[in-house]
């Protein structure tokens, strides 16, 4: 008989060649320091890299691994959702493979859920860089639209490390359309109309030298226009 999992943590993953192994072995090295047994659940979203060559050598290398091949891309809000309904553990949680956000964070995460919190997640301190202003502007007016537009406390709805209790999680997934980087906001806009606890909890963001997916301005807008959308459709319930 499978004992229970404590954890498991949801990884999408696109284009994530040069960085994963080593990423996921900080992941092990911190999680095997803890208490909690745990599962990873890689989500390989359509890259055109070899990323998909290095989760089947991670799958063969370390325990409790599991993985999800999308054979087209949807975006890291639907690879994360693919990853929690495959997920058997307690508490339920995603990080990035990048590690911008360290896994160092994750056990303290646990610790919040373990003792009053449905959600918890690693609200960003971001270190102006001049190279990544777009960036981070764009993060600054995102969330600020967020939280006046919706009406939720100020919360890094996009933080790339947050961590659910199970009972808690799976009710929002069946409430979020999204399958981009709107993701986050769905979910974490219906948690907050449902009166859940969030607890966020300060952690370093350290910009890794990588080329990003994001576009400043076409998906600035996209994701704009996505808020509107998505505050009209609350207006009507």
């Known amino acids: 008989m499978n004992q229970p999992i404590d954890v498991s943590i949801a990884i999408p993953c696109y284009q994530e060649e040069n960085h994963i192994l080593e ?3 900080e ?3 911190v999680m095997d ?5 745990f599962e990873i659940i890689f989500v390989e979203d359509a890259s055109s890299d070899n990323t998909k060559e290095k989760i089947f050598e991670i799958a063969r290398t370390f325990p409790n691994v599991k993985y999800l091949l999308h054979e087209k891309n949807i975006g890291k809000g639907g690879a994360i959702a693919s990853g929690v309904k495959i997920a058997s553990g307690k508490y339920i ?17 646990l610790a ?3 003792s009053e919190y449905d959600i918890a997640l690693v609200k960003r301190k971001i270190n102006f860089n001049p190279k990544f202003i777009l960036r981070d502007a764009g993060g600054i007016i995102h969330r600020t639209f967020v939280k006046n537009f919706l009406s939720i406390p100020a919360t890094d709805v996009q933080s790339g490390c947050k961590f659910f209790r199970r009972e808690a ?24 109309k449902k ?11 350290i910009r890794r030298r990588k080329k990003s997916t ?12 996505d808020l509107l959308k998505f505050r009209k459709l609350l207006k009507k319930k």
């Open 214 to 225: 994001v576009n400043f301005f076409s998906d600035g807008i996209k994701q704009f226009n």
């Open 33 to 37: 320091g803890t208490k909690y047994s």
């Open 169 to 192: 999680l799976l009710p929002l997934l069946d409430k979020v359309q999204s399958k981009g980087w709107f993701f986050d906001v769905e979910v974490m806009t219906h948690a907050y």
């Open 27 to 29: 992941i092990y090295r």
């Open 23 to 25: 990423n996921v072995k």
């Open 93 to 109: 949680g995603h990080i990035d493979i990048d590690l911008e956000i360290s896994a160092e964070y994750i056990p303290k995460l």
């Open 195 to 205: 009166n859940y606890r969030v607890k966020q909890i300060p952690g370093f963001y």
């Open 112 to 114: 919040e859920l373990e």
